[in-house]
């Protein structure tokens, strides 16, 4: 082996310990509370895509946050609080592979939705037919996520929004869940992105408008196509009017009528008959002369 393929693999090796050592200072940080990851980190995939992966980590992390942290803090356990939300997110990070997911916004959201759970439930519940704590644990996360981008992701249309809860749900949540998740986010929506909502309502009734008008001018359409039709059946009738002939049509099973074919036939036989007995007759005239 040769000194130069000893250095490079002694290089490789290097960086592979400074890689591993980084890797274990960051979650170090990240545990003891120092978050640094936010939406401009370009390390990671930011496509739609990475941004759905994103909320499917953060709905799970809240949803450990939940029946954990947060209910022992509700039921005033405090001392068993030992689940903060940068230790799950630092747990998924390390136990996960979250090359394909935007991780600035994961942590984003593991950090913030946490800070504002107050005010989130009281969005959520202002459109509850039932107490916030008789949610499933489920929907109540993914009611966090929607409310949280509803409120402060102005950029994401409030459509998105709505779907993106609704894709939650068929990956996480129960079969019915979507009426009520759809029902309160749909109000939600209505009193926080108001403009919007309007905007896209207006939008909405001019489209509708226009496939109302549509089926008049496709009757005038079809009338006119209908017109043609019979125009063009009645030249057809003209045509063959003109074009067939005036006699009667015979049956080929009509034996009473003769056809002028046979007719002809048996006249051109009848003169060959007569013409052949006129020649035999001269003959024999011709012979009893001799």
Known sequence: MTDQLKRAISAAQTAQVNDQQAEAT?????????????????????????????????????????????????????????????DIAARTRATNAMHTVHIGYYHEMMRDIPEQIEALDVLISQHLDREI?????????????????????????????????????????????????NAVLDKM?????????????KANLRTSQKAAAKPVIKA????????????????????????????????????????????KATANISDFKASKKAIETDRTDADSKD
């Open 26 to 86: 960051r979650i170090a940080s990240s545990s003891a509370g120092d978050q640094t990851f936010d939406m401009s980190e370009s390390s990671y995939k930011t496509s739609h895509t990475a941004i759905r992966k994103a909320r499917r980590f953060a709905m799970q992390g809240l949803y450990e946050w939940l029946v954990t942290d947060r209910r022992f803090d509700i039921d005033g356990k405090l001392g068993w609080k030992a689940n903060a939300p940068h």
């Open 133 to 181: 704590d008789k949610l499933d644990t489920v929907e109540h996360a993914i009611l966090l996520i929607g409310a949280y981008e509803l409120q402060n992701r102005l950029e994401i249309p409030y459509k998105v929004v709505l779907d993106e809860a609704m894709k939650l749900n068929n990956h996480f949540g129960a079969t019915d869940a979507h009426k009520l998740i």
């Open 220 to 263: 005038d359409s079809n009338a006119d196509d209908n017109a043609d039709i019979e125009g063009s059946a009645d030249t057809a009738a003209i045509e063959e009017k003109s074009t067939a002939s005036n006699k009667p049509r015979i049956s080929a099973n009509n034996t009473t009528v003769k056809r002028n074919s046979a007719s």
């Open 189 to 201: 929506a209505v009193e926080l992105r108001a403009i919007e909502v309007e905007a896209d309502s």
